[in-house]
């Protein structure tokens, strides 16, 4: 009945397929199905894309290290640049801390007062001849000094160091020169000290007249230690005379002292 009634309609009865779907049109719907999915390959393209072969990672791994390092020497420029420009200034302040309250020079000889200050030795002792007051307090003070040596060690160190303006370099070594050459007190005059303080002071002198005077007290100084060697040789040659000509070395250093003045 359902048949005859479909052919009335002027239609064609469809025909059941049973079995399986045939092998052409069954490849050709994976096949659309695989078109619209992903590629598996082409997802792993783009995650990692391959990396190129050659020198040139090595060349950029080089290059990295180098900057790296270069960076870290950068830095460690410019920490040791900021260290010495610290030191610098503590050395200035160690200078300016080393001056004589009075003459407001580098010290040479310098020595404790009463007051706890250190000053220069000439400067206090001409300071103390006309008053007994501290020069840096103004309250009363004694006229006991004590040598500062931890004070001019330090000094020294400093100046020999080159760690000194020339300015302040050319009076210490004339300043010092003059004090070794005339020292009286125990063990006596260091005249190879002054020799070479004076040769310095030529070394740095800015003058015709600043040289002139360091080559005349260096000349001085020679004559010094020329004569200090004549009155030795002449002791030991004639040992029977030592005394006499040790009184008439020191009449002659007085007739020396009254040519001067």
């Not at 009865?13 to 049109?25: N, Q």
């Not at 040791?80 to 309250?101: D, F, L, N, Y």
């Not at 070394?203 to 007249?209: H, K, N, P, R, S």
Request: glycine content about 8%; charged content about 25%.
């Amino acid at each position: 009945q359902a048949s005859s009634a479909y052919h009335e309609g002027g239609g064609a009865m469809p025909r059941e397929v049973s079995g399986p779907m045939p092998r052409g049109r069954a490849e050709a719907g994976a096949m659309e199905q695989l078109a619209d999915q992903p590629h598996p390959k082409r997802r792993l393209s783009r995650k990692a894309p391959p990396c190129s072969t050659g020198a040139a990672p090595t060349e950029t791994a080089a290059e990295g290290r180098e900057e790296r390092c270069s960076k870290r020497r950068c830095g460690g420029s410019s920490s040791s640049s900021s260290s010495a420009t610290s030191a610098m200034a503590v050395v200035q302040r160690i200078i300016e801390h080393h001056k004589c309250p009075i003459t407001q020079q580098l010290l040479v000889d310098p020595v404790m007062a009463d007051d706890g200050h250190i000053y220069e030795r000439r400067a206090l002792e001409s300071w103390l001849a006309t008053r007994r007051s501290s020069p840096t307090t103004n309250r009363p003070m004694g006229c006991l000094v004590v040598p500062a040596l931890s004070s001019r060690q330090t000094i020294n160190e400093l100046v020999e160091e080159g760690m000194v303006d020339r300015e302040t370099l050319k009076i210490f070594f004339s300043e010092r020169g003059r004090i070794r050459a005339t020292r009286t007190s125990l063990p006596g005059p260091d005249l190879d000290g002054a020799k070479k303080d004076f040769e310095k002071s030529i070394d740095l002198a800015d003058t015709e007249a600043q040289r002139r005077l360091a080559e005349f007290q260096l000349g001085a100084v020679k004559w010094l230690q020329e004569g200090a060697a004549l009155s030795r040789h002449v002791a030991n040659a004639s040992s029977g005379f030592s005394a006499e000509l040790r009184s008439w070395m020191l009449e002659f250093g007085d007739a020396a002292r009254a040519a001067v003045a």
